[in-house]
C-alpha cells in the first residue's frame, strides 16, 4: 500500500463534489477504507473484498472473521466495516424514532429494512410501529431463529404494539441463503398475528420479507 496521497485527496475532492455518483462498488469502499487505513493505497484490497463477498453490500453483510481472512484484513479492520454497517442500522433506527418519520414509499421502507437486518445470519423478526398518521413511533427486534424459521410470538408483538400505542405495523423477516417467497409457516404465523392484532383494532399494514438483493411484500401479493 504505497500509492501517494494524492489519490485518497481525489477520491475526497470527488466525493465533496458530487457525492458518490460516478463512483464504481470498489471506490465507495475504498473511500471507506481511507478512514480506517490511515496511510497506504487500499485500492487492491477494496478490489479483493468486492471480488470475495461479490458486492458492495455484502463485503459490509460479512462477518468479522470472514473478513479477517482477506489478506491486508485484521481484526481491527474487519471490526471497522462491521461497526460501521451497525451504526448505519443504528442511524436508520435513531432517525425514524426521533422525527416520527412517515413511511410512504416502498423504497425507503426496504432500504430501512435492509439497514436493519438484511446482514443477519438467522433470521429475525422485525417489527415497525406506526400511529393513525402513519408516522413511525418505534422500531423492534422482536426475535432471532434459526436459518430456516424465525421465533415469533403474537403475544409479543401485541403488547409491543400496546406499549406504543400503535394503530398499525409493519413485518418484516429476512430468508437468509433463501429466495424472498413465504412459506406455509409465514402465511399461517402472519394470520395468526393479524387476528391477534385485530381483537385491538391494530392492523398489519404489510408483511416483508428480505432475501439477497429481493424482497416479497404480503400487502402486494394479496396475502393481507
Known amino acids: ?98 422525527d416520527k418519520e412517515q413511511i410512504t414509499k416502498m423504497s425507503a421502507l426496504i432500504e430501512m429494512l435492509r439497514a436493519s437486518i438484511g446482514h443477519k445470519q438467522n433470521e429475525v423478526l422485525f417489527a415497525i410501529f406506526l400511529n393513525a398518521k402513519n408516522e413511525v413511533l418505534a422500531t423492534k427486534e422482536l426475535g432471532e431463529g434459526t436459518v430456516s424459521q424465525a421465533a415469533a410470538f403474537p403475544r409479543r408483538i401485541v403488547e409491543e404494539a400496546l406499549k406504543h400505542k400503535a394503530s398499525s405495523i409493519i413485518l418484516a423477516h429476512n430468508h437468509p441463503g433463501g429466495i424472498a417467497e413465504p412459506s406455509e409457516y409465514d402465511e399461517s404465523i402472519t394470520a395468526e398475528i393479524k387476528n391477534a392484532l385485530a381483537l385491538l383494532e391494530i392492523s398489519i399494514q404489510d408483511h416483508i420479507i428480505l432475501a439477497y438483493n429481493e424482497y416479497y411484500s404480503f400487502k402486494r401479493n394479496n396475502l393481507l
Open 1 to 98: 500500500m504505497s500509492k501517494a496521497p494524492g489519490h485518497r485527496e481525489r477520491l475526497r475532492e470527488r466525493f465533496e463534489k458530487d457525492s458518490f455518483n460516478g463512483f464504481n462498488d470498489y471506490e465507495v469502499l475504498e473511500f471507506l477504507l481511507t478512514f480506517i487505513f490511515r496511510q497506504g493505497d487500499v485500492k487492491p484490497l477494496a478490489k479483493e473484498l468486492i471480488k470475495t463477498f461479490g458486492s458492495f453490500s455484502k463485503v459490509l453483510d460479512a462477518s468479522v472473521e470472514d473478513l479477517k481472512k482477506i489478506s491486508g484484513m485484521g481484526s481491527v479492520s474487519a471490526l471497522s466495516l462491521v461497526a460501521f454497517r451497525q451504526v448505519m442500522a443504528y442511524y436508520f433506527k435513531d432517525h425514524v424514532s426521533f
